[in-house]
Structure formats: C-alpha cells, structure tokens
C-alpha cells in the first residue's frame, strides 16, 4: 500500500510543489535536499508543499513495477488537486529518461511551470534543457537561493531579460540553451534553515532501519555538518558538482551550536535514538569536530551517532572526543589495500594511515565500516589479493566491497566519455557492471568478485562483538521510548535477509534489482583463491 503523510495540506494552491520521484518510496533516507529548500523558501514568503509518498518495503522499488506507476497516479492525482505554480524535482543520473517522461505527463495534466535541480542537473542541463523539452528551468549547484529567486521572478510574471540576471538557472530561448552565470556559494551555511521535517512523514523515517548507523537497526536520521569535500579522488562526483557556483569553495561548514541545535530537535521531539552525519567527510576540519562534540557532551542529549570520514583525517584524540560525545561508529573510505591503486585515483593516502585508524578505532572500541572498491584504473590480481589481505588484517566491523563505478562529474568518467545513451546502466553499475565501464586490467568476474568477498568478510558475529560501542547502543536502546518499534524492526529486517539478501548473495547477484546479470567472458571470482596463494 502507498503511505501517504497523514497530515493536512498547509497551501490549498501553493506557488510551489516539490516532488520526491516514486523510486525514492522505499527509501528510509528522507529527501534532505527537498526539505531544506523547503524550509528556505517557507523562510522567504514562498508557499511550498512537499510531496513524498512511502512504502513500507526494504525491497528498492523499481520504475517499472506496478506500485511505482500507482504512486505515479497519487502525485498527478494531488498534483492536479492542488494545482500549484510551479513543480520542482530532483532526479538521479539513471532516471534522467524518467523524469522527462513523468515531467510531460505533468505538462498535459495541468498548466504549470516545471524546475529540476540536483547534482546531474547540475553537471549536464542540456539533458533536460531543450527545444520542446516539457522542463522550463535547470538549477545548477547549490539550490536555496537559486530556487527563491527563480519562483519569486515566476510569481511575478518577470519576462524575458529577467532570467538573465538570475544566476545559477539553465533555460531554452529561442533557438539554444541558455546558462546564466553561477551564484557564489551560501556563506555562513548557518543561514540555511533546518530541513522541514514536519513536512514528511517522519514516523516512517524514523522508524529503526540499518541504513543509518550501518547494518545494526537504530530509530535514525541523517544530519549534515557540512557541504562538499576537499578531496579530489577520480572517481567521485562531488568536487565537480560544487564547482558549479562561482566561489568554488571546497567546503563549508555549519557552526556546533546550530549542529547541536538541529540534533536536540530529532531527538526531543521525534523520539530520535541515533544520528548519521550526512557529510562528505565530517572530520575534515578536527577542531570543528571536537566544538560539535563538547557541545554535545554540555547538552548531554541521550542519543548516539555516526559519521564518515577518510583514515588520514582522523587521530587518537579526535576520536576519543568522538566516542566521548556519543560516537559508535565511523564508515571510512578505504577502497583499496593497494597503494598503486590508491595513487591512481589520487587518494592521497598511505595505506599504513588505514592500518592506524583501526587500531585506535578497536582500542577505543568503535564500530567500524570499511568501503572497498573493486574496478579501479589498471587493477589487477595482484590488487584484488591485497584488498583481501588488508581486510583480514584490519577488521572491520562490517566491509561492503562494490564496483567503482564512473559517474559523469568525474574525472573517470570523463576519460571513458560514455554519454547518455548509458546513463541506464547507472541504477545498478555499483553490483553489476557493464563492460564499456570496466577500466580494471584483471579478467575476473567483477559481479561474483563482490559477492563472494562481501560474503566471506561479513558475519553476524561480527556485528555482535562486544565493544565499548555495542553496550553504548544497548544502553540507548534500553531508556528508548521505541521498545515495541525495535522489536518489530528486528522480526522485519529477519524476514528481508532470509527471504531476499541472502538468496542473492547465495546466487551471487548482489544487486537487489530483478535485472538478471549479462553474459560476461571473464574468469570466476573464486579463481583468485589460487592466484593470492601462489599457486
């Protein structure tokens, strides 16, 4: 059944309703983008409504499938209810297709003014900016400011040379695309209000899932202590999508007072157990870290929480501060045990510093995730060993191996130069990847190398060891108000690993897509058994 947010409309014909696509319904990680943009025109006398339909299924919901057309239905249903000014969405790069569809359908159903932003919007206007294209405006980069200028001019029947001076939009005039000049980023991020969370439903967001605070299921949201990211590995998007605003800071930051402020609010009012940091790399900046720490200490909100980080950015101080305000666990992006193939996608990263990190991690008794990535540039055998070795070694807590996967943006990408006839091959590349992005110099089988090393790295004994973290989350599960939740998110998440992952991971078919793997000529992952020993 489709769960629609039990609570009234706020605008009977709103000047703006932001949607969340329906291949977002299951999903437990709430549209923060929507929200918060949102909140900023709320701010500014905008009337806005959020439309973020839930279904109550762990399994990804695909586009195809008959529940996501009936969620379709929904949100031309309200859409034509409400009649708003304008619609916005977000798309990722593998519903770019969608979109457009869904975007005409919308056109022919009521007259309105249709804007998509995001990180792929971002990247490629032209993907949805063009002669008869059923999208009027492309928002590129950051989307608060851009937004409130945009539909205000809209609202006020601005014409023509108008737009021009709205920075930071993409528009079709006459016979060409048209780019404005982008917008210098937000300075301080303070003035960016909290996300509307009274706008979705958050008894469904904050229902206890293992997507937050990794695979241990735990009444959750996610929070952002900043935006971007200093780093410039090859293969990551995000330098590129915060390029496009004319400051080209690599990061900012929020202040630990507005952090903690925005903490205290989850878990005061919506009965909130436990915090994931949605940041590119939250311990970028260590004193700011330690200033959100104390503040949380000072407040002594009950509540624990996560974060990711790179090993380089991290210390036995940082993380003792850490642990001491609440910290449980921390997800690393590791990729490779191999310092050649860190180097080639510009880690800027010594192998020994992923060593160190989890050392201090398992002495101060934290939780840890370790990221890996199979398929990078000029891989071989040899690689794939020490990824395996570095993960017997270190021991994380839980590692999730998939496939780097070049997504436009990035530096990767850019050198394969796919185009859009691939952007299909996006919505499940990180479990099964299609030769044309295969840049790896070894001939195993990439989609059963990742399902049988997650396989072999991974237990529920592991998630259960007895750690300075694992009586941090039983002391906060045990004075929660959401007992009776617990109870049945650990019968629910039984069922979907009995019943759906782990007949996967036997198949080796990862992917939790229903798409059945291609026809590949390549060496079977189990063959690496021979080559690591020496055989």
């Known amino acids: 059944m489709v769960e629609e947010k039990k609570s009234h409309r706020i605008h009977e014909h709103p000047d703006i309703c932001l949607i969340s696509l329906p291949s977002r319904a299951h999903s437990t990680r709430p549209p923060l983008g929507l929200m918060t943009i949102c909140s900023y025109l709320e701010k500014h006398g905008i009337s806005v409504e959020l439309i973020d339909l839930k279904v109550k299924d762990l399994k990804i919901l695909e586009l195809e ?95 023509g040379e108008a737009f021009h001076s709205i ?3 993409s528009f079709w005039e006459k016979d060409h695309i048209q780019k404005t000049l982008l917008r210098p980023l937000i300075e301080p ?22 997507y937050a605070i990794r695979y241990f299921p735990l009444a959750s949201m996610y929070v952002f202590a900043s935006r971007g990211c200093p780093a410039h590995c090859t293969f990551c998007a995000i330098p590129s999508v915060w390029r496009y605003n004319e400051t080209k800071k690599p990061i900012r930051f929020r202040s630990a007072k507005a952090v903690a402020d925005e903490v205290e609010l989850l878990v005061k009012k919506y009965n909130v157990d436990g915090i994931y940091f949605y940041d590119d790399d939250f311990c970028v900046w260590k004193s700011h870290v330690i200033d959100i720490c104390k503040e949380f200490i000072e407040r002594k909100i009950p509540f624990v929480w996560g974060a990711e980080t790179r090993v380089d950015k991290v210390d036995e101080e940082l ?14 992006g590791v990729e490779s045990g191999s310092q050649a193939m860190l180097d080639a996608v510009n880690k800027n990263c010594k192998v020994e510093k992923i060593h160190q990190a989890f050392e201090i991690c398992h002495k101060l008794g934290i939780r840890t995730f370790a990221n890996m990535m199979y398929n990078l540039p000029g891989e071989t055998q040899e690689d794939v060993r020490m990824n395996q070795e570095l993960i017997a070694k270190i021991k994380p807590t839980t590692v999730s191996f998939g496939l780097m996967t070049p997504y436009p943006g990035s530096q990767i990408y850019d050198e394969i130069a796919s185009g859009k006839e691939d952007y299909h091959y996006f919505k499940e590349a990180e479990w099964k990847m299609p ?78 897509y229903s798409s059945k793997p291609k026809n590949k000529e390549v060496i079977p992952a189990s063959e690496i058994t021979a080559t690591s020993s020496g055989k």
Not at 189 to 210: G, H, I
Not at 323 to 329: D, E, F, N, P, Y
Request: with cysteine.
């Open 65 to 159: 499938s008959p529940k996501a057309r009936e969620l379709e239905e929904k949100i031309i249903e309200m859409l034509k209810d409400m009649r708003p000014t304008m619609v916005g969405m977000g798309t990722f790069t593998h519903e770019v297709d969608y979109t457009l569809s869904f975007a005409k359908r919308i056109k022919s159903e009521i007259n309105t003014t249709i804007i998509v932003g995001g990180q792929h919007s971002s990247l490629a206007p032209e993907d949805f900016i063009f002669e008869n294209s059923p999208i009027d405006y492309v928002v590129v980069g950051e989307g608060e400011e851009t937004f409130r200028e945009l539909t205000r001019a809209i609202l006020d029947q601005k014409q």
């Open 319 to 332: 993380l003792t501060w850490m642990q001491k305000a609440g910290c449980i666990q921390i997800d690393f």
């Open 189 to 210: 991020l303070d003035n960016v209000p909290m996300p509307a969370y009274e706008r979705v439903d958050m008894s469904f967001y904050t229902q206890p899932n293992p």
């Open 435 to 512: 030769t044309k992005f295969v840049v790896a110099k070894h001939s195993l089988d990439l989609d059963k190398l990742v399902s049988e090393d997650n396989i072999r790295f991974n237990s529920p004994l592991q998630q259960l060891t007895p750690s300075t973290s694992m009586k941090m989350i039983l002391r906060q599960m045990a004075r929660s108000s959401r007992k009776m939740d617990y109870a049945k998110s650990f019968f629910t998440l039984g069922k979907f690993l009995v019943f759906d992952r782990l007949p996967r991971m036997i198949a080796k078919n990862v992917s939790p």
């Open 167 to 169: 920075q930071s939009i």
